[in-house]
């Protein structure tokens, strides 16, 4: 079958794990190369296929099916953690390209004590970060003592850069491990040891995709995290320490957004978030303890029970017009239909006004109110022999899809209503060229 080019994006519209894990997995199948651009192992995705469960922090989620695999200069990597997930995907018979870019920055083991450092030292302002050392490194990243990926390379450079990194944060490195040099230099033997492993993968991965990209091959770029997370227009400072917006893609992997065909924006059906801020729809305990058990709402990389709440469409509005979205994927219809009551907020009001924007501080936020409509449950799905069509579906969950649509003004066109790839459904195909997802002819996953 003829494939035509396709570039495309996939973002998280909300504080992260809206399911991009799983909506991601199920486009790669019409996608030659699977990149990600933003981010490092705070990231969880969480893939299912063929049976088989899949975790994913650094690598893309479109590995399973994609040909070319590409780590992009904006993500932080762990090279320890990366070589742990590359096994993993050649025992599971993935025989995918793996490529990392060379200007993409380290996160040692001494970024990830720094991380908790941070954090104590933030006291009430604390993040909650999943404490895999992201802003510590992207710190470096920017202050120009990072340790980039090519420094795996010499020993000498891994040296000379710790112990500069280790005299700018000195005050918070004193009390630790990494306090003492040869601890350091144990360390740098570590780091040096598992990059001779890595540097057969390490590339000028821009110039790799432009190159997919000149041979008409299909690119999806996957963004981690989600909107409101992102460094610059989230909830800061409760936020990452990367762009998470679609526009990130241009810089966090050196493709230019103007050649991007289309961006697909996941919200799951509901909100959760890890870690603390600003969450104006936010259930109370009772409630939250039903939804969070029904939709097993913890981290996939820390397992901390994540906050629950129900879907903001001004919070959507925004990150639809941020991103550029083209069309919507929403995630765990199931999970919601199952309670007792469901609610949307539909507009925020100060001083008896809506107000257009989304604000950004606690102080700013007092006084908001939230306006809610209220929506029917549809219980719990009957698995379909044959799989789930939308017309099939109860009525009551078809009004809450439609209604979405209304008030967002943009068509839902994928839904997930479980873990499996076979529990999606594809209501319009049209924003990706007209393709199934299953065109596929081969897929490496035995
Ligand atoms: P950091 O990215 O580890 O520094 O964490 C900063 C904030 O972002 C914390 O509230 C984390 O819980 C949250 N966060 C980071 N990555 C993810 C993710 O992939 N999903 C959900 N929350 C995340």
Redesign the pocket.
């Known amino acids: 079958m003829e494939v035509s080019r396709v570039i495309a994006a996939v973002l998280g519209l909300q ?3 809206e399911g991009k894990g799983k909506i991601t997995d199920f486009l790669s199948g019409m996608f030659q190369v699977a990149v990600r651009f933003n ?1 490092g192992g ?3 995705h969480t893939v299912v296929a063929n049976g088989k469960t899949y975790k994913f922090h650094l690598i893309p989620s479109g590995s399973l099916r994609c040909e070319t695999v590409v780590l992009g200069n904006g993500m932080v990597i762990d090279p320890h953690g990366l070589a742990e997930e590359m096994d993993k995907l050649t025992t599971s018979g993935c025989s995918s390209h793996i490529i990392i870019s060379k200007m993409a920055h380290v996160v040692t083991p001494m970024h990830k004590i720094l ?1 908790t450092k941070e954090e104590s030292v933030r006291s009430k302002l604390s ?6 050392g ?2 510590p490194t992207y710190e470096d990243k920017y202050a120009r003592t990072g340790i980039r990926m090519v420094d795996l390379l010499s020993r000498d450079t891994l040296m000379e850069k710790v112990e500069t990194i280790y005299r700018m944060k000195e005050s918070l490195l004193a009390s630790t491990e990494f306090s003492r040099k040869e601890n350091r230099e144990a360390m740098v033997d570590e780091l040096y040891r598992v990059g001779q492993r890595l540097t057969p993968f390490l590339e000028y991965t821009e110039l790799e995709i432009f190159r997919q990209y000149r041979k008409g091959k299909s690119i999806l770029f996957e963004g ?3 909107t409101m ?1 992102d460094i610059d227009f989230g909830m800061y400072p ?4 990367s762009n998470a917006l679609a526009g990130a893609l241009s810089l966090g992997a050196g493709f230019p957004f103007r050649k991007v065909d289309y961006v697909i924006g996941v919200a799951k059906a509901y909100m959760s ?5 600003p969450f104006p729809t936010e259930l109370e305990e009772t409630q939250a303890a039903r939804l969070r058990d029904l939709g097993h709402e913890f ?1 996939t ?2 397992g901390r029970p994540r906050r629950v709440g129900w879907l903001d469409i001004p919070m959507l509005r925004y990150s639809i017009m941020m991103n550029d979205v083209d069309a919507l994927a929403v995630t765990r219809l199931d999970t919601l239909g199952q309670m007792d009551k469901i609610r949307i907020c539909t507009a925020y009001r100060k001083d008896g006004k809506e107000i257009d924007y989304i604000p950004r501080s606690f102080q700013e936020f007092s006084g908001v109110e939230m306006d809610y409509m209220d929506m029917e449950p549809w219980g719990k799905l009957a698995q379909p022999e044959g799989g789930y069509t939308f017309s099939a579906l109860p009525a009551a969950l078809r009004k809450y899809v439609e209604k979405v649509e209304e008030l967002l003004d943009i068509p839902v066109d994928i839904i997930s209503l479980g873990e499996g790839r076979e529990n999606t459904i594809v209501r319009d195909t049209s924003v990706l060229n007209s393709q199934a997802p299953d065109t596929r002819e081969h897929d490496p996953i035995p």
């Open positions: 504080f992260g794990d981010g705070n990231a969880g991380d993040i909650g970060t999943t404490a895999q992201i802003g981690a995290q989600g997370l409760f936020v990452t320490s978030k890890v870690g603390s801020g981290g990389t820390t």
